[in-house]
């Protein structure tokens, strides 16, 4: 995708970068054998690493999690679907115009629209996170991508904030109160909607009943109130399958 803001482009455009595909899944293998986790995950550019992800299913008897924009053909997102256990999808927008913006594939959005039907449809654990950035996101694109989000059921929306870096670093970060808004907004029609926002309850899961189920505070899990995928204060289910 070429994205122009992203964090991680010194090594996504490191010159020298290059990799084996058997000299990497042993380095993997062997560090899974060291930590031994019960996740592994793989970042922004997963599809790429189809493969190699095939490869680990075949010797991890873990869950294998990955991040995508999408942007691949129907076969290769085939191929990364069925060797995962859980996706979050990344939407930086609903249009050409603000992908264009943004990275350097306008239609962007219409592979990872596809990217998350097909995950659905598969039932595998899907996420969707959709970036606010000043001067791009489009509140009346952002309404569209809701409606849209409204026919997958129990829908799970991360909304992300901009933050200045790579060739995006005159573009003021996206502020608290703009989050704000749209994280209202996306609420009126999601119940699963969570904000970047760390110091706050935007960063929270609550059940239908309004209890906290999941404290959190940025990455770490402060408190944890599900049992057996249920609310332990109501008993209402909660979607998910790594909780």
């Known amino acids: ?111 990872a629209q596809r990217l998350l039907e097909l995950a659905s449809s598969l039932g595998i654990h899907t996420e969707v996170e959709f970036y606010i950035v000043p001067g791009v996101t489009d509140i009346d694109e952002f309404r569209m991508f809701i409606q849209i989000l409204k026919n997958f059921r129990n829908p799970i929306l991360h909304l992300k904030r ?31 909607v969570y904000g970047d926002l760390w110091h706050s309850d935007l960063n929270n899961t609550f059940c239908p009943n309004n209890h906290v189920v999941l404290r959190r505070f940025g990455w770490n899990l402060l408190e944890n109130n599900i049992q057996k995928n249920k609310c332990r204060f109501c008993g209402v289910p909660i979607p998910g399958r790594f909780i």
């Open 162 to 192: 901009f933050r200045p870096s790579f060739l995006m670093r005159d573009r003021s970060p996206t502020s608290a109160r703009e989050l704000l808004k749209f994280y209202n907004l996306a609420r009126e029609d999601l119940w699963y």
């Open 1 to 111: 995708m070429s994205c122009l803001f992203c964090p991680e482009f010194e090594i996504i455009f490191h010159k020298s970068f290059a990799h084996n595909l058997d000299s990497m899944l042993g380095s993997i293998m062997n560090k899974i054998a060291e930590a031994s986790p019960r996740i592994v995950g793989f970042y922004c550019n997963s599809l790429l690493d189809a493969e190699l992800i095939s490869n680990i299913r075949h010797h991890f008897n873990g869950n294998i999690v990955a991040i995508s924009h999408g942007f691949a053909d129907i076969s290769q997102q085939r191929k990364l679907l069925s060797n995962v256990d859980g996706i979050l999808i990344r939407f930086f927008g609903f249009s050409e115009e603000s992908y264009s913006k943004l990275c350097t594939i306008p239609d962007g959005y219409r592979y």
